[in-house]
Every structure is written in C-alpha cells, then in structure tokens.
C-alpha cells in the first residue's frame, strides 16, 4: 500500500482560490464556489492547496497514472490528464474527484454502499450492528441504502420482554435520526430504506414519513414484485407474507392489491415519496445476481437509486461529458462523434479499473487507522469488520458506475427535440454504444490484468444483458467467454449535481431545466450606474439580471444573438421559441414519453437510472399511477415523480385547511403532566449544547436549550435519545419540570428541576417559544421569529442559533424558508432533512 505523504504545499486563501477558479469558469460563481467549497484540496484547518480545477486534475492523473505503472501498456500521467481536464470528456464524480490524492483525510472514494446481515437476523443485535455500520460508513463520506424487509411485522411474537414486535416503522426512526447525526463536510448523510410490498407492513413504511418530523433523515422506496403490479393491472387480490415470499410464512394475509397501490400513488404524489424500485425487473436483468450464491444477491439501492447492490458492496462513480462529442454544435453541420465516443469510454472503463486499485488503498488506510485507535478490539471490532467485508467486495467483483451527463445538452445542439420520438431513438443508440464500449474495455482489461476473481461464464449465459450484448456484438460475448470480464457490473445513470455545474451542462439523462431566468443581486441604490429593479420587504435594493443556461449562450452566440443585452421578458421568449430548447425544459417534455425513453435506455444499463418524472401542480393522482403501471410495463427498474409544490409544506385545498385547523384546535394548550421528549445535541461556537424537546404526535411542543456536560447544564450519556418530562411541584408548591430516562439496566433515572438547569435568561425566552408552539404556529416560521429576535449578549445569541438548529430537524422536508442562497442569490431556499437547501444550485447549509 502507497501512503500519501504530506508534502509541503502552497496553500491558497479563499478569495484567491475563488477569483483563479472564477477565470477558470469564466466567469461562472456558481461553479467556481461549488468547486473551491466542495472539491478544492483542503486540510482539516481549511487551508487550500488547489488554486484551480486544472490542480485537482493533475493530482487525480498523478494518482491513476502511478495505478496505471503496475499493468501492461500504462497510460502516462499526461495522458490521463488529457482526458479529465477542464471536465470537458471524463469526469470522476463526487468522492473519487475530492478524494483521489487526497493526504489530509482518511475517507473511502465510494459513492454509494449498501449494508445488511447475510442471514437476514431482525434481532435486536442484528438490527444494531446495522445501525452502527451505516453511521460508519457515513462518517467516511458514503450514501448508504438498506433494507426493512428482514423485520418482523408488527404484533408479531418475540422472545422478549415486550412479547410483541413493534414492526418496522420504529427502526426506519432509528436509522433516519442516525443519518441526521452524522455530518459530512457540511451536509448531512444519504440514507435508502427500503421495504418489499410483500411485507405486512409495508402500507405503515408507506405512511411513516407523511407524518411532519419523521424519518427526516431517509429516502424511502418500495421494492414492487412483478404479481403485485398485475394484482394492480388485472384489479386482483395480492397476499403478504412473513417472511417476504417464504412459502412456509408465519405470517399471512390477502389484501386488495388496488388499495393500497392508491395508497403508494396518493403519498408519492402529495409528497414524492416513496420511490418505486420494480425488484423483479432488477434481479432478473442483474448480471451480480448470477453469483447470489457467493453472496451477490441484491437486497438494495443507493440514496438516489441508480446503482442497486448486494450487501458490503460500493461503487464509484464516473460521468461522460456527451455534450462534448458532438462537433459544429447547434448548426446545420452537427454531428455526434461515435468513434471518439467509443475510445473515451474504453479509457473511461480503464480509469474506473484503477480507481479501484486507488479504493483498496483508502480501505485500507482506513482499516490501519482503526487498529491504531485507542479503544479495544470489542468496541472496533464492528467498524473494523465492515470495512474488511467492504475491501472484499471490492476487490472480488470490481464494480464500476459509468454514467453520463449533458444529455440533454446534446440533443439540443444536433437540433433533436427532446422527449421526441427521433430523440428518444438517438439516446437509445447512444447508450447502446456506451454499453458495448464500455463492456469490450472490460474486457480488454480483463486480457491485461486478469477476470473478476469470481467470473464464471456459465452462470451469466441466460443473463437478458448479456443476451443482448451476444445479439449486438458476438466478438465482443466470445472475446468475454474467453477471457472473462475485469468487472461484474459497470454502467449507471446517476445525478450529477454539482458535477453538472462544473460541466457547464444539463444534469444526467435530464432535460434542461430553464434555458434562460431572472436572478437578482443585491446592490448599493447611491452607486453610479447602478439599476434597482425590486426594492424587497425591510428595504434592500436588487437589480434582475438574465442567467442564460451556459449551451443556450453558445447557441445565441453561433445564431448572432447578443448574450449581453438586457432583454425583456417578451424578447426572451422569442429567443426560447427559436432555440432547439423550445418545448424541451422538464417542465415541457410528454411524461410518458420521458417514461418511454427510460425504460428504452436501462435496455442498455446494467445498474439502474436516476431520473425523476416533474410533474405541475395540478396532475390528478390517477396520471401519477399511470405513470407508475407505464413505466413498469416499459421495462424501467425505478421511477420517482415529483409533482410541483409537493413538498412546499404549503397546504394547497381548502379541505386541507380545514383538517389542519382543526388539529391546530385540538393541539393542547395547557400543558399535559406526562409529554414524550427527544434529545437534540449539537455544537455552537466549539461548545457542547443539548436540547430537550417535549413532543405530542411527534411534533414539538415545548424546549429546554441550554449548556451541556456543565456544571450549570444537564449531564446525560451520550446513549440517552428520548425520554419525558415530568411537570411536578416543589415544596413550596411552584411548578418545575423534571426529566426521566431509562438506563441500560432498565432502571429509569430522573433529572430534577430540568427547567432551572439552564440559565435563567433562556428559561423566560424557551417559555415563550413553547407557548408558539403549544398555539400550533407552524415551525418554520417559529424560526424564523427566533432569527429575527434582536438579542445583545454573545452567549443569549448563540443560545438562540441553538433553538433554531433543535427545530429545523421538525420543519417538513421542501418547507420554502426565507432568505437567500449565499452561493447563487436564489430566492427558492427550502428546508431538506433539517438544512436550508437551494432548489437552483443545489448548495446546503445547515446549523
């Protein structure tokens, strides 16, 4: 193993950074600040030694070219540096771009893992160990999906004290409020939870996060078997079972299949969720699932669902940049070069190979940074056990994510509409190319360093993939049957997010999503030349500017248009309607059609795709189920629809209104003897602070902030996550509040007076916080008040930033929040798992 060693470097200020990454982008303060904040080399004091992203490409090529030195026909540094620079052709995506080479943090380059028991135990030792591993993993910069399907359904007989199983839904609480721990850099982890409709409880999983506050910290999808789609399809009854699809089950029941698929289509249409994942379509395409023997049988997905994966497993990720193989864009001359395309992608599939090589060694850098650490093997012996499993996976199936970005950018520079027929057709035959590309450099590497150590030919022969590769390429499948293949799986479609803005493009297989919009700047209404289009609320002064989508610009400027005109509203839609943009955003695009195309490309897709389906406001819950039985019947593996405002956290009918005012009424406002608490730690200015939140329903309704560890505060393990408070009475017969927990051994443990455990100067403000909350006052704007109160005193003002982080984890996921993104200036700021997240640029920000 090569330990990186920690060189003397140039470090770089933060505004120098930016101001060379600005040029860099020309211009660009979105990318440039996305790529300083994310990706830029950066020591834990936050020192930078990246001035620009040509730095970090020449420090990934360093590293694959070192990789390269210990095969046969070694590409040179140069070389790779030729095909990553300026995120023009290949482009590493998300952990391999900030990880590779990188010294100064001890950190996997997988993007996605997935984790479970082999045995499938739900005892509570199995349950834990789960727990445990995700929070490992997370802390190392991993998403992470597992799934329920393994827990006994509610009522269920146990061998404990409880006597009954409490079902699913507690532990999916466990695992999300797990994931909101964890911080990455800034943002929260990635969780997957999945269940299988087979399993009596999947309708309660289904309604679990339909309740404000619960599972915040989780996506949640429903793996559909083939017979209960034609229940759904032929209006039949479907029987669940436990365990899923025993044909012994201990449990047992028929259900109208039709009701509770209205129940799946009503919930992912009033709040896009959960995902659907058409399991039986993903096990029978699965080429790793003809090893499900050795311990490849797929179980679940990655947050985002494109890479589905059997315990242990990770992948990388790594997009292709199509945009850039189409030459005279956006003229009558345009034309997509295949041939360049397909030796970048043997390249591409090359450079993945070694990024494995590079993984094994984080891995183990990691697993040595385990064995030095200071407790005992017992307390490290779960961490250390998992990334072993990881390391062998890894090594043994070799599993790569090539991905593409900028679909949608190349369409519209050959003149294709997107969404069209003619489109639809090009991308299929794009990503037919890709896969056989992709699959010969596999096999080529295969040649050259030697099969996947478990390759077996004859398990993968009826494989529906590998038939289809037989039927478009028979040298490629016997080359393949000869010499193996170096990887057990190797195609994805992910998001590309930030990758996206440093690419200049469209996101992934997306349609753009506006080819032109109004941003606004804050200005000085006394400077020269300066134009003030919008004074807001408390007085300040904004000019509107126009933000051409950056291929939307190239295509004004290659027409003549003038790029830095202020344009008016009416002129920018004429210049749209001429555009090959027009009728091609994703507001535009036929939702059956996106629907066909999918299903048309994971033909060529051996992992899964990421694509969701926007939808306006006012689509019927009968076109979401549509959508649904379509994109099953089209052969897709996944599809998640996201209906315009549905996660807004704004109530949209009047009947709606009514119901929440009428639960507003019957919010107790006087204080119950006995309320449920949760415990909320976080850090403010390098202190300690712990919040005690009293909840009804799980919503909150009263808090005590303050202090921890202090001799003034309240001391509590580290274990403790909830419990109550107590209203009790003093001797002289005024009213305190006291705190019970249950320790380890079952005894319960109560803190008195917890209310005058914390400065008094916060108990008299956490009381009128309480009473907003006690009158139903939506949380959101709770925080809002508690931003604007004007406080003197350092400590009361970071009390206050304490409140306010303790209640954003209660604010409804797409909740809009005022203020503005720091990053891009947006005004469309909304809550996402307790972080203000930025609907136009994707940045978070969360504390």
């Not at 139903?776 to 350092?794: C, R, T």
């Not at 136009?840 to 920000?845: A, I, P």
Request: with cysteine; net charge negative; glycine share 6%.
């Amino acid at each position: 193993m090569k330990v990186e060693a920690h060189s003397v470097k140039k470090s770089y200020t933060q505004d120098e950074a930016y101001e060379a990454s600005l040029k860099y982008f020309k211009g660009d303060d979105l990318a440039a600040r996305v790529w300083v904040n994310k990706y830029a080399l950066k020591d834990s004091e936050g020192n930078i030694f990246e001035l620009t992203p040509d730095d970090m490409h020449r420090r990934i090529a360093s590293e694959i070219a070192r990789v390269e030195q210990k095969y046969p026909n070694a590409m040179t540094e140069d070389e790779v540096f030729d095909l990553i620079k300026g995120f023009k052709y290949i482009v590493p995506q998300g952990s391999p771009m900030a990880g590779i080479g990188n010294p100064y943090q001890i950190a996997s380059l997988s993007n996605c893992f997935v984790i479970g028991n082999g045995s499938k135990s739900d005892s509570y030792g199995g349950i834990m160990k789960i727990d445990q591993e995700q929070v490992q993993l997370m802390k190392r910069r991993g998403g992470v999906g597992h799934d329920l399907s393994h827990i006994r359904p509610k009522g269920s007989d146990v061998k404990n004290s409880a006597l009954t199983s409490t079902g699913v839904v507690p532990f999916m609480e466990r695992y999300s409020n797990s994931t909101r721990e964890v911080a990455q850099d800034g943002r929260r982890g990635a969780l997957m939870l999945s269940v299988s409709v087979n399993h009596p409880d999947a309708e309660d999983f289904i309604d679990a996060k339909m309740d404000q506050g619960k599972v915040t910290g989780a996506n949640v999808s429903v793996r559909m078997d083939d017979d209960f789609m034609k229940a759904v399809r032929d209006q039949k009854s479907y029987t669940q079972k436990y365990p899923v699809f025993s044909e012994s089950p201990k449990v047992s029941h028929e259900i109208d299949a039709t009701g509770l698929w209205s129940k799946i289509v009503h919930n992912a249409w009033k709040s896009a969720e959960p995902g659907i994942l058409f399991w039986d379509t993903i096990i029978n395409e699965s080429i790793p699932d003809c090893y499900a023997d050795l311990g490849y049988e797929t179980v679940s997905t990655n947050p985002c669902g494109e890479i589905p994966l059997c315990p242990y497993d990770s992948c990388r990720l790594l997009a292709i940049n199509l945009f850039s193989y189409v030459e005279n864009p956006f003229t009558d001359e345009a034309e997509f070069n295949f041939e360049l395309f397909k030796k970048h992608v043997a390249y591409a599939q090359r450079i993945m190979d070694d990024i494995i090589d590079l993984e094994l060694e984080k891995i183990d850098a990691i697993i040595e940074k385990i064995e030095s650490d200071p407790e005992s093997s017992e307390i490290k012996g779960t961490e250390r056990n998992l990334w072993m499993n990881i390391r062998k996976k890894a090594e043994e199936g070799r599993r790569t994510g090539i991905g593409i970005t900028a679909e949608g950018d190349m369409l519209a520079s050959l003149g294709i509409q997107y969404g069209s027929k003619k489109g639809n057709d090009f991308s299929v035959e794009v990503h037919k190319t890709l896969a056989i590309a992709a699959y010969r450099g596999s096999v080529y590497t295969a040649k050259e360093r030697g099969a996947f150590k478990i390759y077996d030919s004859k398990r993968e022969e009826n494989n529906p993939f590998i038939q289809r590769l037989k039927e478009a390429d028979e040298q490629l499948y016997y080359e393949m049957m000869e010499y193996g293949r170096r990887n057990i799986a190797l195609l994805t479609i992910a998001p590309t997010g930030t990758t996206s803005l440093m690419t200049q493009t469209t996101s992934g297989i997306e349609p753009v999503f506006l080819p032109v919009y109004k941003r606004r700047r804050k200005v000085n209404p006394n400077d020269k030349n300066t134009r003030v289009d919008f004074v807001d609320e408390v007085g300040d002064s904004w000019e509107e500017y126009v933000v051409f989508h950056h291929r939307f610009k190239e295509w004004m400027k290659i027409k003549g248009h003038d790029t830095e005109k202020n344009y008016s509203q009416e002129e920018l839609d004429v210049l749209v309607k001429e555009s090959p943009y027009y009728k091609a955003t994703s507001n535009d695009v036929d939702w059956m059609s996106k629907v066909h195309m999918q299903g048309a490309v994971q033909k060529w897709v051996d992992h899964s795709i990421s694509v969701t389906i926007n939808l306006p406001n006012d689509v019927s819950e009968e076109l979401v189920g549509q959508l649904y039985l379509e994109a099953w019947q089209s052969g897709c593996k996944g599809v998640t629809v996201y209906r315009d405002g549905s996660r807004s956290g704004v109530l949209i009918s009047n009947e709606e209104k009514e119901e929440e005012s009428e639960s507003l009424t019957t919010f107790p406002t006087i204080r119950p003897e006995v309320l449920t608490a949760e415990i909320v730690r976080f850090q403010n200015n390098k202190e300690k602070w712990i919040a005690v939140v009293g909840t009804i329903n799980d919503k909150p309704y009263e808090i005590f902030t303050g202090l921890a560890d202090d001799e003034d505060g309240i001391v509590l393990p580290r274990w403790v996550s909830n419990g109550l408070v107590i209203k009790a009475r003093n001797d002289d017969g005024s009213s305190r509040y006291d705190f019970q927990y249950e320790n380890k051994r079952g005894y319960k443990t109560t803190i008195e007076g917890l209310s005058h455990k914390f400065d008094p100067e916060y108990w008299n403000y956490a009381k009128l916080i309480s009473s907003t909350l006690r009158y139903g006052m939506p949380i959101d704007k709770i925080v809002d008040l508690i931003n604007s109160l004007q406080l003197d005193s350092q400590s009361i003002n970071t009390w206050k930033n304490g409140v306010v982080r303790a209640l954003k984890r209660y604010v409804e996921d797409g909740t809009e929040a005022k203020g503005r993104c720091q990053n891009c200036n947006s005004d469309k700021v909304v809550y996402q798992e307790g972080c203000l997240t930025c609907k136009d640029c994707g940045s978070s920000k969360c504390g």
